[in-house]
């Protein structure tokens, strides 16, 4: 029997691990980092919060005698990934990155590219009206001073009481979104502009083809870099990965 251990909190993750947990002589667990107050609970064992670091992690490896790794994380949660490349390579456990493709641009998209979420923010003054933010509440504070601007914020969970949040309406729901629900939301709230990660995949790429019919613009956050190591984009990939571990 060999250990799998799964860092998730996408639906990649999920849907790896309920794979994952069919497949004879494999014992998934998946690690959630706790941010999102009622997680999807994925098929398997799960643990819920940080591991403390690279060497906290290193040695959850050694305790619990995980033979796998497989990081399949947000594309923006750039800390876990380094901690896990870092703390795989610590312990000798074979690493494997599961990252979907980032959406590319297509014809009619009025996309505004940007490398972080302060630069998002920043173009939004003077630039935009009613905008629709789609970042997660832990990024809102970038937008707090932004008092001219009216902002419809989407996320899983609402913010904290003391959190600072830009003016606006705070909107509380979980992917997946269709086309028509995109679209009436942007229509409904008169939007003129929509703030958004590239996290690529299917679940939250409505809004971005609703804002292309409509002729919205798109302030696009460009994804961070990531570490080196063996990489797959989707969970074929990483079923293929594990059964040549498992039978080699």
């Not at 947990?21 to 997680?39: C, H, K």
């Not at 800390?79 to 590319?104: C, Y």
């Not at 504070?141 to 309406?169: N, Q, S």
């Not at 809004?207 to 080196?228: F, Q, S, T």
Request: include cysteine.
């Amino acid at each position: 029997m060999m250990r799998v251990l799964i860092l998730g909190g996408t639906g990649d993750a999920a849907e790896l691990a309920a794979q994952v947990a069919n497949i004879q002589g494999l014992e998934v667990i998946t690690s959630l980092a706790g941010r999102t107050r009622e997680p999807s609970a994925p098929l398997g064992d799960l643990r819920v919060g940080g591991f403390g670091g690279v060497a906290g992690l290193a040695s959850y490896l050694r305790v619990m005698q995980i033979d796998l790794l497989i990081d399949a994380t947000h594309p923006f949660a750039t800390q876990i990934s380094f901690n896990a490349a870092d703390a795989a390579t610590k312990v000798g456990v074979p690493h494997l990155m599961l990252i979907r493709p980032p959406w590319e641009r297509e014809s009619g998209d009025r996309w505004i590219e940007v490398d972080s979420i302060e630069t998002a923010a920043e173009f939004l003054q003077n630039q935009a009206q009613r905008v629709f933010l789609t970042v997660g509440r832990q990024e809102l504070a970038a937008f707090a001073h932004c008092e001219k601007i009216w902002f419809l914020m989407r996320m899983i969970d609402p913010p904290t009481d003391d959190a600072l949040v830009p003016p606006g309406v705070i909107l509380c729901d979980r992917g997946p979104f269709s086309l028509n629900n995109e679209r009436q939301i942007l229509i409904h709230n008169k939007i003129d502009t929509i703030v958004s990660k590239n996290s690529g995949g299917d679940a939250t790429k409505p809004k971005i083809i609703a804002a292309r019919e409509l002729g919205l613009k798109v302030v696009m956050v460009n994804r961070p870099g990531i570490p080196p190591g063996e990489k797959v984009s989707d969970v074929d990939g990483a079923l293929a990965w594990l059964f040549d571990k498992l039978h080699n």
